[in-house]
């Protein structure tokens, strides 16, 4: 794939993922910009991109290093040079600890640094466990920052807010290795409500939580050190917030379409879409085309693709064709079929899942219509599911 | 991977996908004997394994070779020794069909056979076109089948049943290294209807329409050598019809939920679900439990993943919890929820878009409880989009 640098957008096949890095790049700064307006830290979520170049790139404009989902993201980003790096969930198989253990004493000698979230008194002692075995075995002292989840509205993972987060953060002082590093306190459900005051009701009640957590624990003589959390979709009210003090925000970094649904708040940055699924007409017919991207060339999990209109003459509606195809359709007040062959692009509805079914994105310069292929991303962390 | 090897399922990280091998031979021999049985050809479709290993076990067990959707598929199942491939979908991309003719080219002195769809005079004329500039330059000469894809009521790619049909087959006839194969008749959309009755008059409609095609192209002279088509969920319909000689159901090998939510015919041959994914229980809470597989561990585009239930008294019923996560509760009639680190197997909404997310499965024999690690099978096609 890298004999498409210096080529032409045209040259791309297809399907193909296609980052537009004039527009992520734009994407980079206003929210570098936006984090130190806000005096809150920056550490965007690499579940995202899954790319080691991409997260240096973020390191470099200002965040202090990125979160992960996984062990294997983690490691996947230890590899290619990400010295900060922040498990954002739950781990507990002994086997990934052992390998999280691991990666804290890789990290240590260059400075570099790992954390990790807990919900459980068992998560708490398993950790300690593996990082104790770890220094005996080694000889080489190494720490995990850890902070305790609290569950501010998703009902996912995280500990109830209040008193069961005390047990908590009183068992974590117990263990040497282990550093009580603060609250995670992700809402991730709030993150596409549609209206700015449903988004802020959420975030509100957040706040009013982890905040009297936060008092109960410093109750106990032990400092919260940072609450940590927040996506795109809410990242203005957490940073907003007086008691974050750090955004784990990921997807302003390419913007999908589901992000793009959101109906926005005065004041809140504005992302432009950065991420496109190249695609060709592979079939044409009386009242529909046909092209080669499905569902196995982007996630519909938030909706199917937008299709990118280059004019409103030109628009088109894009319905499902199953794995490898999509039917489109010209939009209301538009009649246009493309030809056999035409190249489209495709707005994929969520970038995550999206990024993770390609092993590789093309970085294009100057545009999608006339743009050149400056570099390749790989994708370090796809199928990382561990 | 390849230390799991002789280790019991046990040792399998989560997430992960897992194929009982046992069951999948079984589902395997059913096919086979089904097929022998009805005296039609079966070309499974390999878009769903996207693997060669299991491609070559089709064969073996009497496929006369498999389907594929998209030209980097079948180089990945060329590259893995498997000879006999039809790309059942339209290319027109010039690169591609270059690509295509080049693999004619190999797999010509081998005995071996690609085929591929039309649906256009276009798409024809490039066919041919790169063939012969093939031809030309290598001195090879080498011929590709081509079968017109007819739109049998999918309303997705392929020509009208009828006249349109006659203008393609007389333009193939022009072409040397174009061989006019037949025509190939899949209905898509009558895979998942629920009831034998409507899959049965979808199937019905279909077989008319192609029968009179067929007619009206042989009144020209020209002979339709086969006709092929059909899904694991109408594949006896299609088998009885006296008009279809061949079959390209994939499914059937792994089987899915979707499929599984099919209502059966009398005498429909009924196959297990051999694809599993393996999770684990990371958090655990008052009325809900946290699985490590999400969206990026298993597709939902045909419905979330059923949670394979042991005994009655542990069904559990699984939610979307995102990309990563999977939240579990006690099914009607049923209170128990795992405990934390518990191991719980998924049988996936999809089977294709499942695999394609995964480089590996693990192949085990003897079962989910007590089998053993048997072989690791590469998804060669994983990622193969273009």
């Not at 807010?161 to 809402?187: D, M, T």
């Given at each position: 794939?890298?004999?498409?640098?210096?080529?032409?957008v045209?040259?791309i096949?297809t399907p193909a993922l296609v980052?537009?890095?004039?527009?992520?790049?734009?994407?980079?700064?206003?929210?570098?910009?936006?984090?130190?307006?806000?005096?809150?830290?920056?550490?965007?979520?690499?579940?995202?991109?899954?790319?080691?170049?991409?997260?240096?790139?973020?390191?470099?404009?200002?965040?202090?290093?990125?979160?992960?989902?996984?062990?294997?993201?983690?490691?996947?980003?230890?590899?290619?040079?990400?010295?900060?790096?922040?498990?954002?969930?739950?781990?507990?198989?002994?086997?990934?600890?052992?390998?999280?253990?691991?990666?804290?004493?890789?990290?240590?000698?260059?400075?570099?640094?790992?954390?990790?979230?807990?919900?459980?008194?068992?998560?708490?002692?398993?950790?300690?466990?593996?990082?104790?075995?770890?220094?005996?075995?080694?000889?080489?002292?190494?720490?995990?920052?850890?902070?305790?989840?609290?569950?501010?509205?998703?009902?996912?993972?995280?500990?109830?807010?209040?008193?069961?987060?005390?047990?908590?953060?009183?068992?974590?002082?117990?263990?040497?290795?282990?550093?009580?590093?603060?609250?995670?306190?992700?809402?991730?459900?709030?993150?596409?409500?549609?209206?700015?005051?449903?988004?802020?009701?959420?975030?509100?009640?957040?706040?009013?939580?982890?905040?009297?957590?936060?008092?109960?624990?410093?109750?106990?003589?032990?400092?919260?050190?940072?609450?940590?959390?927040?996506?795109?979709?809410?990242?203005?009210?957490?940073?907003?917030?007086?008691?974050?003090?750090?955004?784990?925000?990921?997807?302003?970094?390419?913007?999908?379409?589901?992000?793009?649904?959101?109906?926005?708040?005065?004041?809140?940055?504005?992302?432009?879409?950065?991420?496109f699924v190249k695609t060709q007409?592979?079939?044409?017919?009386?009242?529909?085309?046909?092209?080669?991207?499905?569902?196995?060339?982007?996630?519909?999990?938030?909706?199917?693709?937008?299709?990118?209109?280059?004019?409103?003459?030109?628009?088109?509606?894009?319905?499902?064709?199953?794995?490898?195809?999509?039917?489109?359709?010209?939009?209301?007040?538009?009649?246009?079929?493309?030809?056999?062959?035409?190249m489209l692009w495709l707005?994929?509805?969520?970038?995550?899942?999206?990024?993770?079914?390609?092993?590789?994105?093309?970085?294009?310069?100057?545009?999608l219509?006339?743009?050149?292929?400056?570099?390749?991303?790989?994708?370090?962390?796809?199928?990382?599911?561990?």
């Amino acid at each position: 794939m890298s004999d498409l640098i210096g080529h032409s957008v045209n040259a791309i096949d297809t399907p193909a993922l296609v980052l537009d890095l004039d527009m992520m790049e734009r994407n980079l700064r206003t929210m570098a910009a936006f984090a130190e307006r806000h005096q809150v830290l920056l550490r965007p979520h690499a579940k995202m991109h899954k790319s080691a170049e991409l997260a240096k790139l973020q390191i470099a404009a200002g965040a202090v290093g990125v979160c992960v989902q996984k062990t294997s993201e983690a490691e996947a980003l230890v590899a290619g040079g990400v010295h900060n790096i922040f498990i954002t969930n739950e781990v507990v198989a002994l086997h990934k600890l052992t390998r999280i253990a691991a990666l804290t004493r890789v990290l240590a000698p260059q400075g570099g640094k790992l954390a990790i979230c807990v919900d459980s008194m068992e998560g708490i002692k398993r950790l300690a466990d593996c990082m104790n075995d770890g220094r005996i075995a080694s000889g080489i002292t190494s720490a995990i920052d850890v902070f305790i989840e609290i569950n501010v509205g998703q009902n996912r993972c995280g500990v109830e807010p209040g008193l069961p987060a005390i047990a908590l953060a009183l068992e974590i002082r117990k263990h040497p290795a282990l550093n009580f590093a603060g609250l995670q306190a992700y809402h991730g459900g709030a993150q596409h409500m549609r209206s700015p005051t449903e988004r802020q009701a959420a975030i509100v009640g957040a706040v009013k939580a982890v905040s009297d957590t936060r008092d109960l624990i410093e109750a106990q003589g032990m400092k919260v050190g940072l609450v940590t959390g927040a996506g795109t979709g809410t990242a203005p009210l957490e940073a907003a917030s007086k008691l974050y003090g750090e955004l784990q925000a990921g997807s302003y970094l390419f913007m999908d379409a589901d992000y793009a649904a959101n109906e926005q708040a005065v004041g809140q940055p504005r992302f432009k879409h950065a991420l496109f699924v190249k695609t060709q007409v592979i079939s044409v017919h009386a009242h529909h085309v046909v092209c080669d991207a499905g569902h196995k060339s982007h996630a519909i999990d938030s909706g199917l693709p937008k299709v990118h209109a280059f004019s409103s003459r030109s628009e088109l509606d894009y319905s499902n064709g199953g794995d490898e195809h999509g039917i489109l359709k010209p939009a209301a007040g538009s009649t246009r079929l493309p030809s056999l062959g035409s190249m489209l692009w495709l707005i994929p509805g969520h970038c995550d899942p999206t990024v993770n079914l390609h092993d590789m994105m093309i970085g294009v310069r100057g545009g999608l219509l006339k743009g050149i292929v400056e570099r390749i991303i790989k994708v370090d962390g796809r199928g990382a599911l561990t």
